[in-house]
C-alpha cells in the first residue's frame, strides 16, 4: 500500500509539472553551440485575460549554481503567479554545476534568452523595453548580473549577433546570494560559478555589491533575517550600494520566512506576500497603470 502510494504521489508531481510546464524553448537551438550548452530551455507563460500588461518577467530559480531542483515553486509557480497578475512569464532552465558548467555559462543563457525574447516581442505581445529579470537566491545573483553585465555582450564570444539591448528593464533578487566575500558568502554558490580555483579579482568581480553602477535598472529587493542559507548581509551590502549610486530600489526584509520558498505562503509565511508589494512598485516605477 505505501509503495502504492508513493507512485500515485510521484505520479501527480509528474503531471504537475507537466501543467506548471508549458512550451519550452531550447534556447541555443539553431546555433553552432555544443550539447551541453542545448540543454538550456526557457517555458513561456502567456496570460490568458484580455486584460493584461506588457510588462514580462525572466524568472531564474535558485539551486546554489549547483542545480534547479526548485523550479516548481521558483519558477513554474511564480510564472503561474505573474500570469494571473497579467505579466508575461519565461521561465528560464539555466546551465549549473552538476553537469560540469560555470561561469560564463549562466549569464549566457540569461543574455540569450533576454535576446531571444527581445526579438520575439510582437509574437508574445509585450514590450520590449519592459522585460525584466526575476531570481531566487543564487537565481538572484544571476538577475543581478543581468543587471549589472548587459553591456558586456557574452553572446560575442559565442559568434551571436544581434541588434537588441540586453539591459533588463527592472531586477528582482529574492534571498539573493550577492556577494562572492569570504565574510558573507554562500560558498557552494560561489564554488558551482566560478569552479574550485578563484583569485580576489574574480571574488571581486563577482560580488555584485561592487559593481552596482549608475545605469544599473531598478531594483526589487526581499529577504528575511532568519535565512539559513544565504546570510542576508548580502542584501544590507547590496541595499547600500544601490543607495549610494541613486538607483531606484525597494528592499524587504522579514522577520520570519527562512529560505527557498518563492511566492508560496505556506513555505515563507508573511514573508511570501512580497509579491503583493512588488505589484504595487511596478506601478510606482511607471511600468504598470493598473493590476487588478
Given at each position: 500500500m505505501v509503495f502504492k502510494k508513493s507512485?500515485?504521489?510521484?505520479?501527480?508531481?509528474?503531471?504537475?509539472?507537466?501543467?506548471?510546464?508549458?512550451?519550452?524553448?531550447?534556447?541555443?537551438e539553431g546555433t553552432d553551440i555544443t550539447c551541453k550548452q542545448k540543454k538550456s530551455k526557457m517555458y513561456v507563460y502567456l496570460p490568458e485575460q484580455q486584460n493584461v500588461s506588457d510588462v514580462s518577467v525572466i524568472v531564474c530559480p535558485g539551486g546554489s549554481y549547483a542545480h534547479l531542483y526548485g523550479i516548481k515553486w521558483e519558477g513554474f509557480e511564480v510564472a503561474?503567479?505573474?500570469?494571473?497578475?497579467?505579466?508575461t512569464a519565461f521561465v528560464l532552465q539555466y546551465r549549473v554545476g552538476k553537469d560540469g558548467n560555470h561561469h560564463p555559462a549562466?549569464?549566457?543563457?540569461?543574455q540569450r534568452a533576454m535576446q531571444l525574447i527581445k526579438e520575439n516581442y510582437?509574437?508574445?505581445?509585450?514590450?520590449?523595453?519592459?522585460?525584466?529579470?526575476?531570481?531566487?537566491?543564487?537565481?538572484?545573483?544571476?538577475?543581478?548580473?543581468?543587471?549589472?553585465f548587459y553591456n558586456d555582450d557574452y553572446l560575442k564570444n559565442l559568434n551571436i549577433t544581434h541588434d537588441v539591448s540586453l539591459r533588463p528593464a527592472f531586477v528582482v533578487p529574492v534571498y539573493p546570494v550577492v556577494s562572492m566575500q569570504d565574510s558573507i558568502v554562500h560558498a557552494r554558490s560561489r564554488k558551482n560559478l566560478l569552479g574550485k580555483k578563484f583569485d580576489q579579482d574574480k571574488k571581486d568581480k563577482f560580488s555584485?555589491?561592487?559593481?552596482v553602477f549608475n545605469e544599473m535598472p531598478p531594483v526589487f529587493l526581499v529577504a528575511t533575517k532568519d535565512d539559513p542559507v544565504v546570510d542576508y548581509r548580502n542584501c544590507l551590502v547590496l541595499k547600500d550600494a544601490l543607495d549610494d549610486k541613486s538607483i531606484t530600489n525597494e528592499f524587504l526584509l522579514y522577520e520570519t520566512g527562512g529560505h527557498g520558498f518563492g511566492m508560496n505562503e505556506k513555505r515563507g509565511g508573511e514573508a511570501a506576500q512580497w509579491k503583493i508589494s512588488f505589484k504595487a512598485?511596478?506601478?510606482?516605477i511607471g511600468l504598470i497603470e493598473e493590476l487588478d
Open positions: 507512485i500515485l504521489s510521484f505520479f501527480f508531481l509528474l503531471v504537475g509539472l507537466y501543467v506548471f510546464a508549458q512550451n519550452p524553448i531550447k534556447i541555443w503561474q503567479w505573474l500570469n494571473d497578475n497579467g505579466i549562466m549569464i549566457e543563457d540569461v510582437q509574437e508574445y505581445n509585450i514590450d520590449p523595453d519592459k522585460v525584466g529579470v526575476m531570481g531566487f537566491s543564487a537565481g538572484g545573483h544571476l538577475s543581478l548580473m543581468a543587471g549589472v555584485m555589491e561592487l559593481q512598485w511596478l506601478r510606482e
